[in-house]
């Protein structure tokens, strides 16, 4: 009986290793699929498939080449957001004093923005009839370290801020051939001009925004404005209807502190529709989680000292995002972050987090397939794409991957294609 156990322990032991590996012929042919000769072979690519169960890399190549992730720099964002905040938003720190009440920011983003659950400000407020704002507990600048200046009047880039609203975007519609913008406060600042634009158009150092009659479209249906601690108090103090005021005081060391919306809806949003604003803002809740100040440089430092300290090679991470050019990373080190991911993570919220190939997010038109097999962050950025998570095979495990590519001279949706090739061969593999 002490045999027949032994016997049957080794072999599954057994086949449970050689499950979690290549044979010779899958072997050669990724090598094909990935190496000289291939399509990839003409620009930098690297790549890693990673068995989650046995802890075993079936298949990798250039893993240890640094990579610009673009936003799969958000699963570096979104592991440190579930470690650091729990399941709640900081929205504010406070003191009161009578009928008055002062409010730091904490860098929630929810405030007005898209369809988020909206903080109850109107209701929170109620007690007092002044409100003294102040940002001095902000340290990180509007744009973060290697974002593009002439990204500004995309909505993919909107400005950082210890308390937005309006997700410090104005909403364009098309009424007739004139925009019709929102918050209405912005209206009395949108002038036509003859300059051959086709959308609505922000002026680089003023909240001043231009469309041409003649050619408007409005296909941008948002566009980031210049943020201030004066505009926020304007804006806010026509939704709240009580009167705020900008006083940049020091955040004393005794204070209250108000969480005032889910996190788990903002981590959705920013992993399925790659949201930047999301991204950046929860970074700076990270920080203010931490060291009670708004300082993204400072929580990324933090997060790579602790948390992050055994990744393969050290990210250089400089943004919550992913829109920096400085941030660089190794496939491996991204195989190992999302391990870290997965063991803290439940399986059911994991995939409902990740764009699903032909089903949603960022994947919905990509990964085509009867029955989903991609589970993945995106990262796409001008010459460099990149995707990160799972794959389901045909055997039904799941396995992690990182499939990076840099420096090639051709438009994304070429390099997805081939991409999408390889990855459905392997789906057969596994």
Same mark, same amino acid.
């Given at each position: 009986?002490?045999? @027949? ?9 057994? =086949? ?45 190549? +250039? ?26 938003? %900081? ?7 009578? +009928?008055?009440? &002062? ?10 923005? &898209? ?32 974002? %593009? ?18 997700? +410090?975007?104005?909403?364009?519609? &098309? ?11 912005? %209206? ?67 204070? %209250?502190?108000?969480? @005032? ?6 981590? &959705? ?63 491996? =080190? ?26 949603? @997010?960022?994947?919905? +038109? ?39 590519? =840099? ?24």
């Amino acid at each position: 009986m002490r045999k @027949g156990l032994l016997l049957t322990i080794l072999t599954l032991l057994i =086949s449970h290793l050689l499950y979690a590996q290549l044979n010779r012929e899958e072997f050669t042919r990724l090598e094909s699929a990935l190496g000289e000769g291939s399509f990839f072979s003409g620009h930098l690519t690297g790549f890693m498939l990673f068995d989650l169960d046995s802890q075993r890399v079936l298949y990798e190549k +250039n893993s240890h080449q640094r990579f610009i992730p673009a936003s799969t720099t958000k699963l570096l964002t979104l592991f440190s957001s579930l470690v650091v905040l729990g399941d709640s938003t %900081q929205t504010l720190r406070y003191v009161t004093e009578g +009928n008055t009440i &002062k409010i730091w920011g904490s860098g929630d983003p929810s405030w007005k923005y &898209k369809k988020m659950f909206q903080p109850d400000f109107r209701e929170f407020l109620a007690p007092f009839d002044k409100i003294v704002f102040s940002d001095a507990n902000m340290i990180s600048s509007a744009f973060g370290y290697g974002w %593009q200046w002439d990204d500004y009047f995309y909505d993919y880039s909107a400005e950082r801020s210890s308390l937005p609203i309006y997700g +410090n975007l104005v909403q364009v519609k &098309k009424i007739g051939n004139a925009p019709t913008v929102s918050p209405p406060s912005f %209206q009395p600042l949108v002038f036509p001009t003859t300059r051959t634009i086709r959308e609505l158009e922000r002026d680089f150092h003023t909240n001043k925004f231009y469309y041409n009659p003649n050619n408007f479209r409005a296909r941008e249906e948002f566009i980031p404005f210049i943020s201030s601690p004066e505009l926020l108090t304007q804006l806010a103090s026509e939704v709240t209807g009580k009167v705020w005021v900008y006083q940049p005081d020091s955040l004393p060391a005794t204070h %209250q502190e108000w969480r @005032g919306a889910p996190l788990y809806p903002i981590l &959705k949003e920013m992993m399925l529709e790659s949201d930047n604003f999301l991204a950046e803002q929860l970074m700076l809740m990270v920080s203010d989680r931490l060291f009670q100040r708004l300082d993204t440089e400072r929580a990324i430092e933090y997060m790579l000292k602790t948390y992050l300290h055994d990744l393969p090679d050290t990210p250089q991470w400089v943004d919550g995002s992913g829109l920096s050019r400085h941030n660089l990373m190794t496939p491996r =080190s991204m195989v190992t972050l999302f391990d870290k991911l997965y063991r803290i993570i439940p399986d059911r919220d994991l995939l409902d987090l990740l764009p699903t190939g032909g089903k949603s @997010g960022t994947l919905k +038109n990509s990964y085509v397939a009867e029955a989903p097999y991609i589970f993945a962050k995106t990262g796409t950025m001008s010459n460099n794409h990149s995707l990160a998570g799972l794959i389901r095979g045909k055997s039904g495990r799941y396995y992690c991957f990182a499939f990076m590519n =840099s420096n090639y001279p051709w438009k994304a949706s070429e390099v997805r294609r081939e991409m999408e090739k390889v990855m459905g061969m392997l789906r057969e593999m596994i």
